[in-house]
Each structure stands twice: as C-alpha cells, then as structure tokens.
C-alpha cells in the first residue's frame, strides 16, 4: 500500500475485520462443490428481488420524532444520550456468509428486527407514528429511545435508567457509548439545565455546504429570497444544459429547513419546483438561500421546558376553506407552554433575540 495514510487503513481494516469475527459474520466450510470463493464486498447491485432479498428499510426516525423526543426531554428535564452500534448486523476452508452483512439490501431491516426484538423483549413498545421510537412507561422510569439506522437516541429521567439499558444492549451487541446528546445528523445540541432549554443548530453543515458551493465569501443577505424576482419556467424551446449543481444544493437545503431552519422553507418551496429544468435565474435564487443561511447561521432553534406540556391543536385561519390547499391546513399539534416551546433565537451586539 503506497497511500501516505497506510498505516490509519491498516489500522481500521484491523479493527473492523476483528469486529466482524466477533460477531461470528462467518464460519469456515468446506466449499461446496462447483461453487467458488467469495470476496469480502457485497455486491448488493447484483441481487434480486424475490430470489436474493424480499422486503428491505433501513429503520430511519423521522426528524418530527426527534425534535418532540428533546422537546420532551426539555419538559420533562430528562436525561439524553446516546450511543452508537458497532457493526450493527444480526444472527441468521471458505467463509460461509450466516449474517447480514453490510452491503446486502436487506441487512438494514434485518439489523431493524433484530434490535426491535431485544427492545420488546426489555418491555419497549414501538411507536404506531414512527416505528424507529420506542417507549417504556413504568411506575419508576419514563424511557423513549430513537433509533436512526445504528445511532440510537436515549431518553430517561434518571443515568441510571440510561446505564441500565446500554448495559442490556451489550448483551447483545457491540455499542460505543458517547455520552450526553452533543451531536446528532449532522445537528449540534445544546442544552442549560439551569434553564430547562435544549437548542439545535447547524452551523457546522452550513459552514461546510458554503464552502462546497462557493459562498463562504458571499456579503450578508438578510432575506431567504429575493422580493422583486418571480421564478418562472424554462420554456419547452430552450435547451436544457444542467451546467449547475442546482439538485444537489436543493436537496442539502431541504434537509437544513427541516431539520432546524423552518424560516427557508417558502424559499425552498419555490426553487424545489424547477428541479427538473432550471437555469441560472433558479441557480441564483438556490444559492440565495445558502448566502441568507450563512449570513443567519447562529439562528437557532430552542426546546424549552419551562412547564410541563399539554396537547393543543392549530389549524388554518378559515378551517382549510381552500380546497386546493386543505391538505396544508391540517390540524397541527403541538406542545403548548407559558412560552413558546420552539422559538428562534440569535444573539446582536449582546441583545438576544426571539421571534
């Protein structure tokens, strides 16, 4: 190996063949006759469906549940952290494959049933709203865990609840304890105890999607778009050239707006709807955004737990009347306090401020 980092892969690969042996991933065989020896890669492209894999997920919570997870945790000031699984794959001479491996295209929902059937199995019920939250209500201990893909979210009202439950998970797998919640999804958390707030940021992931489309430099823009400019379609006689990596910064702003940034979703709203045919006015309206997001990157949201939460509802001001956009007023519900339980805070010239 020539690679000037030779020794960090050695390293790595080292450690993640040791894992797999661990976890008994194969065992050694006679090989079969007519069949040849198979490479460490699986190749899931080549599988077929109804033959090599039936059903296949990957258990992804949905953002909504995280941010009502910390909102929770912020009401109830419960403990939150969270941890990380180690070659995350379950239980089912030549290496005879006798467990999901990654790669496959159905490891992730088997890892999925496998952790599902440890969590039943320690008295958790899964959520009918995202099948990836789990909550257990005792007379002692009130516990939610969020799980996305191998990271798993925890919530308890006390660390020794919280070091019960990751003491049963490694009875079973390999987990990585990191601590209090500090980081999730490309999501910074910050939480003051002393004033019952959890608060959520991406600063960092602006910070690096500025510099990966070219803004980092850009002057402050204040407003996600641009007032006096109306977007309108590429007409069916103009050639389409993608010369721009508008997709792609569409899609990462869809993931800040509804993540942490709600402020730019009638912007993205707009530019979303000229993925398919675009030109440089759509780019340049795309690009907005990122430059207000820079500019606003200390926005922040804030859970706040203030008093503990009740159930209320919020529906459109004429009750849906618009029958083009009934479905967009919906009933929201959401957790009512004396104060705002998300808000938007910033810091100016030492002034916080909200809306």
């Not at 009401?75 to 030549?94: F, G, Q, R, Y």
């Not at 990596?245 to 530019?271: K, N, Q, W």
């Amino acid at each position: 190996m020539k690679s000037s980092y030779k020794e960090q892969w050695l390293q790595a690969m080292k450690s993640e063949m040791k894992s797999l042996e661990e976890n008994s991933t194969w065992k050694l065989v006679d090989m079969p006759p007519g069949k040849k020896a198979a490479r460490l890669v699986a190749k899931e492209f080549t599988q077929r469906p109804g033959i090599d894999y039936n059903e296949t997920f990957a258990p992804v919570a949905r953002k909504e549940s995280i941010n009502t997870a910390l909102a929770i945790a912020a009401a109830e000031d419960l403990e939150a952290e969270n941890a990380d699984v180690d070659t995350a794959k379950p239980e089912k001479e030549e290496c005879l494959l006798q467990k999901a491996l990654y790669g496959t295209k159905q490891a992730a929902r088997q890892w999925k049933n496998k952790l599902s059937q440890h969590l039943d199995d320690q008295g958790f019920k899964s959520s009918a709203a995202d099948p990836c939250v789990f909550v257990r209500v005792t007379r002692e201990e009130y516990s939610i865990i969020v799980i996305y893909v191998d990271d798993l979210m925890l919530f308890c009202k006390t660390k020794g609840h919280i070091a019960s439950i990751k003491n049963s998970l490694m009875e079973d797998f390999s987990i990585k304890d990191l601590g209090d919640l500090k980081y999730c999804l490309g999501i910074e958390i910050h939480r003051k105890r002393e004033d019952g707030t959890i608060k959520m940021n991406q600063k960092a992931y602006i910070k690096r999607l500025s510099e990966k489309f070219g803004v980092e430099n850009c002057k402050d823009v204040h407003t996600p778009a641009d007032s006096n400019s109306k977007l309108i379609k590429m007409g069916q006689e103009e050639a389409f050239v993608p010369k721009y990596p508008y997709r792609g910064l569409v899609g990462a702003s869809m993931y800040i707006a509804t993540c942490t940034r709600p402020d730019i979703a009638h912007a993205f709203g707009e530019v979303v709807k000229f993925c398919e045919r675009y030109d440089k006015s759509h780019w340049t309206a795309a690009k907005r955004i990122l430059e207000y997001l820079k500019t606003t990157q200390d926005l922040i949201i804030v859970f706040s737990g203030i008093n503990k939460g009740e159930l209320i509802g919020f529906a459109g001001a004429n009750w849906a009347g618009d029958l083009d956009t009934a479905f967009d007023n919906r009933i929201r519900f959401l957790l009512e306090r004396k104060r705002d339980i998300v808000e938007f805070e910033a810091s100016t010239n030492g002034r916080d401020l909200k809306y």
